[in-house]
């Protein structure tokens, strides 16, 4: 039963030693000259306007968490298309559920005016 995880530890045992040689290789060869000019912050060519940290509003994490969270379950309906043959009608009746679900949340965050951008 575990030998049909072992090629998904190898894979893990490889990127996690890649990534380690990567940043190794990084460090050993790459420049370390650093300037006052290459430590500025650079934006697309213009000169950096007022500081590199701005206050942002809530709101602006709150839209984003919301974007990734409907983002996220949206992801499932991918494996339930999959499947959707073997499911039957006791599939298309959960999937019903679920999209509810998700209905249920946007119209209530839609309500707290969680998606109103000013």
Do not use: C
Not at 53 to 71: E, G, K, N, Q, S
Not at 81 to 101: D, K, T
């Amino acid at each position: 039963m575990l030998t049909d995880y072992l090629p998904i530890l190898v894979l893990l045992i490889i990127a996690a030693g890649l990534a380690v040689l990567v940043v190794i290789l990084g460090h050993a060869f790459g420049p370390r000259r650093p300037t006052a000019r290459k430590s500025q912050p650079y934006e697309s060519g213009m000169r950096p306007i007022g500081p590199g940290t701005r206050r942002v509003p809530v709101h602006f994490y709150l839209v984003a968490v919301l974007f990734i969270l409907f983002d996220i379950e949206v992801v499932f309906f991918l494996p339930w298309a999959v499947v959707f043959n073997q499911l039957g009608l006791f599939g298309l009746i959960e999937m019903f559920i679920f999209i509810v679900v998700l209905l249920i949340g946007l119209v209530y965050a839609w309500k707290k005016g969680a998606l109103e951008w000013e």
